[in-house]
Structure formats: C-alpha cells, structure tokens
C-alpha cells in the first residue's frame, strides 16, 4: 500500500514561488508514474505535471504550467517535488500528488482518473 503525504503549500503574492513536497510511503515499482494535480473551487481536478520514475528525465507538463514549473524526486528522499515560479492568482487551488502503477498512455499523462493512490493535498493561495 502506498501513502503520499503532501506538504510546501502556503499564501504567496503574484510572481512569487513556492516548492511543494509529496514525501511516499511503501513501496513503488520502477515502472511507476506520479503526478501533481490541482483543483479549485467549483473546477474539476486538472494535471499539472507527471514524470515517470523509470526515466526521470521524462516529465510532461500542463500549458498551464509550462516554462514556470518543475517536477522532479529525490530517490534517496523518497520525494517528489514540484517547484512553481512565477506563480499566478488562477495557480490559487489544492494541490495534490498522485501515483499509478499501471502504463499510463501518452494521451493520459495528466489525466486524473489514471491515477490509483492520492495524497491530502496542500493548498496553494496565490493573491494579486
């Protein structure tokens, strides 16, 4: 069974930044893929990036978030990271990681209901 448990989020000024951590419990097979999502208030829960462990320099991003953020994990951490910059009031939103163990095609490397185990979520307030 594995736990993600996520933690970094907080209230930032537009332009701002901040770096959110998913610490994992339990054991993840390389051939696993993990992700950040988010959702606001009354929207559905989008991706925003995913990488897989097997290649982590595969990483795939939201237009969204492109060019501002970053997903990487620290295997000796047993954490994923995704650090935000330039952040904007429409990044305001619950932010979650997520993991899944089975092949993730290339047209659902953001698509939440691919995803089997979820944290808590951190919130992310980003003001103007």
């Known amino acids: 069974q594995v736990q993600l448990v996520e933690s970094g989020g907080g209230s930032v000024q537009a332009g701002g930044s901040l770096k959110l951590s998913c610490q994992i419990f339990?054991?993840?097979?390389?051939?696993?893929?993990m992700g950040w999502f988010r959702q606001a208030p009354g929207k559905e829960r989008e991706g925003v990036a995913s990488i897989d462990i097997d290649t982590p320099a595969s990483t795939y991003y939201a237009d969204s978030g492109r060019g501002r953020f970053t997903i990487s994990k620290d295997n000796a951490k047993n954490t994923l990271y995704l650090r935000m910059n330039s952040l904007k009031p429409e990044d305001t939103a619950m932010y979650f990681c997520a993991l899944t163990t089975a092949n993730v095609g290339s047209l659902f490397r953001l698509a939440p209901s691919r995803f089997d185990y979820w944290g808590q979520g951190t919130q992310v307030t980003v003001s103007s």
């Open positions: 339990g054991y993840v097979p390389v051939t696993a893929f």
